[in-house]
């Protein structure tokens, strides 16, 4: 499929039928697989031959869909994982253990910063944050003789930077280890990563990629271009045997395209078992097929949100990268030509009591924990997933009491500004 446009891709990609068979991607919903011999398993378990024993590790469903996302981003390999919270995880820790240390943007996803920070450093490994937007020397300067990777966000979840990936490549590379980019807003159809240098790209593909609300779910891409073998001392859970697979080197059977997911799947998958259900795989496959449809909608939707709030007086700021006032329009323009995604967040005048008011008044954006979805829905951070804090706090943390984040979904954008317009009316 590699001749193909992204468009095609997204509707063919990963499963092509033979004669007779299924035209849509079969749900392979069981838990175990037979085979004749000893022998015909013993093989799977030596990874000497491929095909699947056990769900926990790998389906075939899962595999036809992990296939299509990898085609979208270009990379050689891909997994599925149980959610994006997993997926970034996974990605981590197979190249990361006690000892080593990450570099990461500190304007990303709140739950992933909880993820680095916290329980991996109760795993012995450490971070170093650094703003988007450090320079080049101070972005080398945080680097250690233990650093095993550098990570950040397309665009950051709810902050809505925009990752210079090609700085951040530059300097992971520098230092011989591989960056890896959560891709989960733009989608693979209004960026890919792995073009401007990423190694690795991670989804939760429960945002646009699904869609629809329907299923909880995470994917991992390699590029299958960052030479392990050249860094052996830096990676030796790759470029060293494996004395819990038979003695194998991944880096030196499976090369630089298939070595990262192989021992992914293998060992982490095989252990910790964070596997995406068939099912949700098949619904997720259901999602891809209309992406490239999807996200022209959503970015329109979330520019003419983005205009319209821009121009209301009790708005203080506006952080959408579309729009020319914001600070992230050059690097959105480079990285994100056909626009990044649809959500937006804004600050009202009147700090909490206001962001309570506008919510309460809100028709047709429903208040839910979720973004990138067909459906258009809206958070205040202060009043729910921050509420432990006070305005103080959210502060010094970057989200002010009158932070609102909406999701600009598949509606008419005319419908969505009214009913924005109407809820600051009431404030």
């Not at 491929?50 to 590790?57: A, I, K, S």
């Not at 665009?155 to 590379?173: C, G, M, Q, R, S």
């Not at 952080?319 to 995604?341: F, M, R, T, V």
Request: glycine fraction near 8%; hydrophobic fraction near 40%; charge should be negative.
């Amino acid at each position: 499929m590699s001749n193909y446009s992204i468009n095609t891709k997204c509707v063919q990609a990963g499963y092509t039928p033979g004669n007779g068979e299924p035209r849509q991607i079969p749900i392979i919903q069981s838990t175990t697989f037979k085979y004749d011999t000893s022998e015909d398993m013993g093989k799977l378990f030596d990874l000497e031959a491929t095909g699947y024993f056990y769900t926990r590790l790998q389906n075939p469903t899962n595999d036809h869909v992990a296939a299509k996302i990898a085609e979208l981003e270009g990379g050689t390999a891909a997994m599925l994982t149980s959610s994006g919270q997993a997926a970034n995880f996974f990605a981590l820790f197979n190249i990361c253990e006690c000892g080593s240390h990450i570099v990461a943007s500190s304007s990303i996803y709140g739950g992933t910063f909880n993820l680095i920070s916290v329980t991996l450093a109760k795993m012995g490994i450490e971070v170093t944050f650094v703003s988007p937007d450090a320079s080049e020397e101070e972005l080398n300067a945080a680097f250690k003789d233990n650093t095993r990777a550098v990570f950040g966000e397309t665009i950051a979840n709810p902050a809505l930077t925009v990752l210079d990936i090609e700085k951040f490549a530059n300097a992971a590379h520098a230092h011989g280890v591989p960056l890896i980019v959560d891709n989960t807003f733009p989608t693979p159809v209004n960026c890919r990563p792995i073009e401007w240098g990423a190694d690795i790209v991670t989804h939760s593909t429960t945002k646009y990629m699904d869609g629809h609300g329907a299923a909880v779910g995470g994917a991992i891409v390699d590029s299958g271009k960052f030479d392990w073998m050249a860094h052996a001392d830096k990676f030796p859970g790759l470029c060293t045997p494996d004395e819990s697979y038979h003695g194998i080197t991944y880096a030196e059977k499976f090369g630089k395209e298939g070595a990262f997911i192989t021992k992914c799947t293998a060992q982490l998958m095989r252990d910790l078992g964070c596997i995406q259900s068939p099912q949700n795989a098949f619904l997720l496959n259901l999602g891809l097929e209309s992406l490239h449809v999807r996200m022209p909608r959503h970015v329109e939707n979330g520019l003419a949100v983005a205009k319209f709030l821009e121009s209301q007086e009790k708005v203080v700021k506006v952080n959408y990268p579309g729009l020319e006032s914001d600070p992230y329009h050059e690097l959105a323009k480079k990285y994100l030509p056909n626009g990044g995604c649809g959500v937006v967040s804004f600050e009202l005048a009147g700090g909490r009591q206001a962001a309570e008011k506008f919510m309460k008044e809100l028709k047709l954006a429903a208040i839910e924990t979720h973004v990138a979805d067909a459906r258009t829905c809206c958070l205040n951070p202060a009043t729910s997933t921050h509420r432990q804090m006070n305005d103080e706090q959210l502060k010094e943390a970057g989200i002010p009491a009158g932070l609102i984040r909406i999701s600009c979904g598949l509606e008419d954008k005319n419908d969505l500004i009214a009913d924005l317009a109407q809820a600051l009316e009431a404030i």
